[in-house]
């Protein structure tokens, strides 16, 4: 049995062998263990800038200020929190996966987890402010998706 140690790959990347194990006369089986990927450039400055900016905090009254009465505007305003707060929210989960320590890091569901919130936090940090009523109803569409696609988050992390 081989301990657990971290190798250098011509400079490419940092690869991390997990115990080896035998079966019968097999020979052994290691796991490799990527580092995981930094974030994009683009995704990266769009990070900074949002991780400037603390979250809002949402309370009952801001939620209810929404909605009485629901006219076009406050339909309108309601979107633009929202497209205010989500990718804020996202960069401070994604700079805390990016902050575990590299052995954690290096697990493949907490880096799907990590790539997942990249990609949202691309596309929330990066979509047009909606102006219209019609370009909400495309925007809370692509804003279901992207909860479906999270749905799992948990129990993946679980797995962890």
Known sequence: MLNAGRIRTSGISSLTLSSSTTVGNC??????????????????????AYAQHAPRSLTLGTLLSFGHPLT??????????AQAEIPRRLATRIRSLEALPFIVGTNPYVARILDGFRQSFLYTATHAPVKTLEENVEFTAQLDALVRDHANDVPTIAKG
């Open 72 to 81: 076009p505007e406050s339909v309108l305003a309601s979107v633009s929190y």
């Open 27 to 48: 020979r052994p089986y290691y796991r490799l263990r990527r580092t995981p990927e930094p974030a994009p450039p683009q995704v990266a400055e769009l990070l900074a």
